[in-house]
């Protein structure tokens, strides 16, 4: 089955310092990325939508020039997280939908900023 | 309201016992509709999509009432590694294959 690969799997940064997030199709193409985010005990809640070549979309709220998010290749999509804050720390997931095999997880990224 | 609600939970029961719980969604043009697991600190796993007609996999049941906007799962002879957060997604449609998630229902299977 299609499988993406989402590191690091955890990470902490001092506050003020930037964190990028990446998120590998293995065996497919994934020519869309979806970015959650989930804070604890609350719902996944879609961040964004990364397309290959053009401009990501952003959910409304969700600033694009803290959150950047390159979809340079067809198994490449990076987020960014840019001057974290603790208010930041969260677990940060990624997404990627094919015809045969539907929605495929990333394992997800726990971000702590300190 | 939420575009999907569900009751949080948690869910106690013991090894056995059926369980269901249920999920509601906002959106009436909604496309499709899914269960997923999630445990603790991991990523959702896909359980089942869910069927207009209803359908069945194994312990797993569940339900879609289009008119009620109503999604149920029914898990039967529940097992310990059911304990799990489960999460009711819907595709809401208008194009580009986004999931709306609910918040999760906390499932504890004790012994």
């Known amino acids: 089955g299609a499988v993406v690969s989402q590191h690091p799997s955890r990470v902490i940064c001092k506050s003020g310092t930037s964190v990028k997030i990446e998120c590998r199709s293995l065996d497919f193409q994934a020519t869309t990325m979806f970015w959650y985010r989930q804070f604890p005990k609350k719902s996944l809640m879609l961040m964004a939508t990364?397309?290959?070549?053009?401009?990501?979309?952003?959910e409304q709220g969700v600033e694009k020039d803290k959150f950047l998010i390159n979809h340079a290749s067809l198994t490449l999509s990076t987020l960014t997280v840019t001057s974290a804050h603790p208010e930041d720390s969260s677990f940060y997931i990624c997404s990627a939908r094919t015809d045969t095999y539907g929605y495929t997880f990333g394992s997800g990224t726990r971000l702590t900023v300190v | 309201r939420k575009e999907v609600e569900q009751d949080p939970g948690p869910f106690n029961v013991p090894e056995g016992a059926t369980v269901a719980f249920n999920c509601t969604y906002s959106?009436?043009?909604?496309?499709?509709f899914f269960w997923y697991r999630q445990d603790c600190r991991k990523e959702p796993k896909l359980l089942m999509s869910v069927y207009s007609s209803g359908n069945e996999d194994g312990r797993f049941t569940a339900q879609l009432n289009r008119a009620s906007q109503y999604i149920s799962q029914l898990i039967r002879d529940s097992k310990l590694s059911d304990s799990a957060t489960y999460l009711c997604v819907v595709n809401p449609g208008g194009g580009g294959n986004k999931l709306v998630f609910g918040a999760g229902t906390i499932l504890r299977v004790k012994s």
């Open positions: 959106n009436s043009a909604s496309q499709s």
């Open positions: 990364s397309n290959e070549g053009s401009k990501a979309t952003y």
